[in-house]
């Protein structure tokens, strides 16, 4: 199958849910975990491609904890979205992030998600994501 050319957006909806994503990836880097709790809908539910079964909000919130690798710096790719009766919102996208690795060390993790939102007083609320690092089944 062919690559998807890096997507161009055709509206404003689009232009605003794609700002979503680039939120949270700022949120998760900043571990703004009160930020990270305010995005994810009460019934969220994601896979991590390479693990075994799907997590709740409360584990996604907990990678973004002080705990967790911290994710220096990152690119964002946008290959697809999509809005379905200006509710739900899809967008498909890869990228390439340096994250802390041991003392003093970093290394480059590249990798691909799809994000499902719902819109909630006209912001659009995470309720799943599939996907994670290149290399994992």
């Not at 690559?3 to 571990?31: C, K, T, Y």
């Not at 509710?87 to 690795?101: F, Q, R």
């Not at 480059?108 to 909630?120: A, D």
Request: charge should be negative.
């Amino acid at each position: 199958m062919a690559a998807m050319a890096r997507h161009r957006f055709s509206s404003d909806e689009e232009r605003g849910l794609w700002a979503r994503v680039e939120a949270l990836w700022r949120l998760a880097a900043a571990q703004d975990r009160a930020g990270v709790v305010a995005a994810l809908h009460p019934d969220f539910s994601g896979w991590v491609t390479g693990q075994p079964e799907p997590h709740d909000r409360a584990a996604a919130i907990a990678s973004v904890g002080p705990s967790c690798p911290r994710v220096l710096s990152y690119e964002l790719r946008p290959l697809g979205i999509a809005i379905f009766d200006g509710k739900v919102g899809v967008a498909h996208y890869t990228y390439v992030a340096e994250v802390e690795s041991g003392v003093n060390g970093a290394r480059t993790v590249s990798g691909r998600w799809s994000e499902v939102y719902l819109r909630q007083e006209e912001q659009w609320a995470m309720i799943s994501v599939s996907g994670g690092p290149d290399g994992q089944r």
